[in-house]
């Protein structure tokens, strides 16, 4: 199985930066895809950025030109740098990795528990 922690949540001002973390643990042949979701209180969770193992980056709309995702795959860590945050990103952001395992090399996607970002004066 494989197993992602995310770190960095925390409270910010509006305008402020957060750096999150996510690291992979396990029993891990290749990690493709790493991605960031978001799940704000009453609404559905959401794609934020991913990251392919070719390094190609897709963001959604509403986070482009302040959101950065990088993925360091020696670490098996996948990062989100968020600046000018606003009081909309507040949310409980996940990370997800897509992942063979040495037992399976079917590509199976996985999530962390989350991390509380909530961006307030």
């Known amino acids: 199985q494989v197993q992602l922690v995310e770190s960095g949540g925390g409270l910010v001002q509006p305008g402020g930066s957060l750096t999150l973390s996510c690291v992979a643990s396990g029993n891990i042949l290749r990690i493709y895809d790493m991605s960031w979701f978001r799940q704000a209180p009453g609404k559905q969770r959401e794609s934020v950025a991913s990251i392919g193992d070719g390094f190609t980056a897709n963001y959604a709309d509403s986070v482009k030109g302040r959101f950065t995702i990088r993925r360091d795959n020696y670490k098996r860590t996948v990062y989100l740098q968020m600046n000018s945050l606003r009081p909309e990103d507040t949310a409980v952001y996940y990370c997800?990795?897509?992942?063979?395992?040495?037992?399976?090399?079917?590509?199976?996607?996985?999530w962390g528990h989350g991390t509380q970002v909530t961006v307030s004066s």
């Open positions: 997800n990795m897509e992942s063979a395992l040495l037992t399976d090399r079917n590509p199976r996607h996985y």
